[in-house]
């Protein structure tokens, strides 16, 4: 398939080139998430449109945004989360996409849609890129029982055996959902509470990590992780021994979108980028190599894999998201005790 697409790229870059509708020395600046493209489909973008992609990544949401605020790179396209996107969107910070410049949008399950509307009301500055869930990882040849709960990340037992995650909204998702609160707590005693399981649980973990979780669970590094549910369908892939569970207790479903920054130079270059994802073969083949699940329901309908077409991980049924929350912009208020509290816990990092 990917033989075939290029080819087509290629014929359709040489009629663009015969009829002038070549790009030039255009270019979109894109702004995303580590490993979360496949790097094929960057080459058949510039194939197909001249358009040259420079391409950063960023680990977590609050690492990107300081940077669109402060206008310190002035990105094309930008790939934040759900909560974020609707903070971008109070302070200004984005434009309205033009919906004409992107046809392949009909290829969105309108239920995403529907879904985004929650922090993009009338999907005005955004469109869905990615969803998954947020869960644990755990080795079934060194875990001696069933795991369903947060609370295996809080059993001095696994000392040393656990990666936890390096993300403020998804630690803290962590710690409030296994206390039984909310994960969009905006209560500063539930918040200290969640803080203080946050610093009794430093001494049992190996790491603070991110996208490094998934190296470290497939070569068997430690027992339990924290993890998107896309890295886990990877990492089942190389290590059959690793198991995904979404605990009872609750967790976060989040959805990924890109977004265009107001203060964009190439806005109809963005609006060609992200139309070009889109598409259903590009989302396919985004899909087989990232693994994340797509809201594209033309490509959902194209993969050929049964088992994964089929995985509860990649595509959970009502029983699992109906135990699960999207963040929301909490405010700067709020927010910034999130951060406050978050710090508190990260100064024992590295020591």
């Known amino acids: 398939m990917k033989k075939l697409l290029i080819c087509l790229a290629i014929m359709i870059t040489t009629i663009g080139l015969m009829t002038g509708c070549d790009k030039g020395g255009e270019k979109v600046y894109v702004y995303n998430w580590g490993e979360y493209i496949d790097p094929e489909v960057i080459k058949l973008f510039e194939k197909e449109t001249g358009i040259t992609v420079v391409y950063d990544e960023f ?14 790179v002035q990105y094309d396209v930008v790939c934040p989360s759900d909560y974020m996107i609707q903070k971008m969107i109070e302070e200004d910070l984005l434009a309205e996409i033009n919906f004409d410049n992107v046809p392949n949008l009909k290829n969105i399950d309108p239920a995403y849609l529907k879904s985004a509307e929650a922090f993009d009301p009338g999907n005005k500055y955004s469109v869905p890129y990615c969803w998954g869930t947020l869960g644990i990882l755990y080795n079934k040849t060194m875990v001696d029982e069933p795991i369903d709960s ?20 998804d630690a803290f998702a962590v710690a409030l959902s296994y206390l039984g609160y909310d994960i969009n707590s905006k ?14 649980q430093y001494p049992l973990v190996q790491a603070y990590v991110v996208d490094q979780v998934r190296d470290k669970m497939i070569g068997g590094e430690a027992a339990i992780g924290v993890i998107y549910s896309g ?5 089942q892939r190389e290590n059959p021994d690793l198991e995904y569970v979404v605990p009872k207790e609750g967790s976060n479903v989040w ?8 203060n964009s130079k190439n806005k109809e270059n963005a609006e060609a980028f992200i139309n070009f994802m889109c598409d259903a073969e590009i989302a396919l083949m985004n899909f087989e190599y990232i693994t994340y699940s797509t809201p594209n329901s033309v490509a959902r309908e194209m993969i050929t894999d049964k088992e994964i077409k089929n995985s509860i991980i990649a595509f959970p049924g009502q029983d699992i998201l109906d135990r699960c ?26 020591e």
């Open 59 to 72: 680990e977590q949401n609050e690492e990107m945004y300081p940077k669109i605020k402060a206008n310190a």
């Open 255 to 262: 959805i990924d979108g890109w977004v265009i920054p107001k």
């Open 325 to 350: 929350t999207a963040y929301n912009y909490l405010g700067e208020k709020i927010e910034s005790l999130y951060i406050d509290k978050w710090n508190e816990v990260k100064s024992n990092f590295g």
């Open 150 to 169: 947060w609370g295996v990340l809080f059993d001095e037992k696994y000392s040393g055996e656990i990666l936890m995650i390096d993300s403020v909204r």
């Open 231 to 235: 890295e886990a369908i990877y990492t």
């Open 187 to 200: 209560d500063e005693a539930q918040l200290e509470e969640a803080k203080i399981l946050l610093l009794e």
